[in-house]
């Protein structure tokens, strides 16, 4: 089982960015996917999560700016973060869900003027 999480890098305050992870080992439709992230001396939070049926869910923190998606023939998870705040400044990780949990390696955003 592998989950590359790719798309991290520095942005300006206000800035977009579109985090991936595309997953591959598992079968794919079943997981539900999640993104976490945690910043320095923070415990990791849960951020945004897409269901197996697509359902979505937010961390109150990033309702409205960010958006999670999943493109099952590529067997890839999205997270689009729009007007990203010195907050979000964090390594994102992905996580597969179901019946196991399967973590990839993070990926580092950087939120600073």
């Known amino acids: 089982v592998q989950l590359q999480a790719s798309g991290g890098g520095s942005v300006q305050p206000g800035g977009s960015l579109r985090l991936s992870c595309a997953a591959s080992?598992?079968?794919?439709?079943?997981?539900?996917m999640h993104w976490y992230r945690q910043a320095p001396g923070n415990q990791r939070e849960r951020v945004a999560t897409?269901?197996?049926?697509?359902?979505?869910m937010y961390a109150d923190s990033v309702k409205g700016r960010f958006t999670v998606s999943r493109d099952t023939a590529k067997n890839t998870v999205y997270l689009q973060m729009n007007s990203l705040k010195p907050e979000d400044t964090a390594v994102y990780y992905c996580?597969?869900?179901?019946?196991?949990?399967?973590w990839g390696q993070g990926t580092l955003v950087t939120v600073s003027s």
């Open positions: 996580a597969a869900m179901y019946l196991k949990t399967y």
């Open positions: 080992g598992i079968i794919f439709s079943l997981f539900n």
């Open positions: 897409i269901t197996s049926s697509s359902s979505t």
